[in-house]
């Protein structure tokens, strides 16, 4: 198979063997995408680097033998988000997410509009939690395993007052009775009833959205959980560390 100005994204890209990449692309006709680029690490290949790099709108020629397809050209469409802090870290979640969530040589138009949509809402500086639940929940619709976040499993309308816990299969089952811990896998309905409309929630009922999607994507990922999510637990910590240490190192 040929691929003639195939537009994609670029998910992730490593060094291989002394001069060459490999590289993951995400593609709406053909989904995921691993490339053999070889021979750009030299002096005059800096344009074609700089177009191989995550969150990169391309367009490339290549074709495919066996697994991998060889790279034979590549140019930048645009330029990628210039992201940094938080919102870096992020980026690098979406691309880990799509990588292992995306099946290869499969057609993801609606992938690739979703991820084509999250790149611009970084890139606009858009409020980075509801931003990435957003991305999730699209994600998941967009690889048909979606939930209905309006109603409960047991097909009873949402209540704001109530809590939820999401069942990857069933969606939404509320929760009569919580236990000592429980709170914080749990979402609210007024957090599902606002994914469902896309409206913005409270930070309280926002924050509540992002465990038990978590949960949902990892029964997705086969329980194997994302490097990303290390970081971000890692930053969390020590951001609290920090915290906690101020007062006594300012008196």
């Known amino acids: 198979m040929r691929y003639i100005t195939e537009p994609a994204f670029v998910l992730h890209a490593r060094p291989w063997r002394e001069t060459s990449l490999l590289v993951e692309v995400l593609s709406a006709e053909h989904g995921r995408i691993g490339l053999v680029a070889r021979g ?17 709108s391309i367009r490339f020629d290549g074709e495919q033998r066996g697994e991998l397809a060889q790279l034979r050209a590549a140019e930048a ?19 880990e997410l799509c990588l292992r969530l995306a099946p290869r040589q499969a057609p993801q138009p609606e992938l690739h509009a979703v991820y084509a949509q999250v790149r611009e809402r970084l890139r606009a500086g858009e409020p980075l939690a509801w931003t990435l639940r957003r991305f999730e929940r699209d994600v998941l619709d967009a690889l048909g395993v979606g939930l209905d ?29 919580e236990r ?22 409270g930070s309280e009922d926002l924050a509540s959205l992002r465990l038990p999607l978590r949960a949902v994507l990892l029964h997705h990922l086969s329980g194997r959980g994302l490097k990303s999510w290390e970081m971000l637990g890692a ?16 008196g």
């Open 40 to 56: 750009v690490q030299g002096p005059k290949k800096h344009l074609l680097r700089a177009a191989l790099q995550p969150l990169q």
């Open 235 to 250: 930053l969390g910590r020590l951001t609290a560390a920090q915290r906690c240490s101020a007062p006594a190192a300012s």
């Open 180 to 201: 000592a811990g429980e709170r914080r896998e749990l979402d609210t309905g007024r957090a599902l009833l606002a994914l469902a409309s896309d409206a913005q929630p």
């Open 77 to 95: 469409v645009d330029a990628a988000p210039l992201l940094h802090g938080d919102a870096a870290l992020a980026g690098f979640y979406i691309n």
């Open 149 to 177: 976040y309006a109603l409960a499993g047991e097909g009873d309308a949402i209540d704001p007052a109530a809590r939820y816990r999401l069942d990857p299969e069933h969606g939404p089952r509320r929760v009569l009775g």
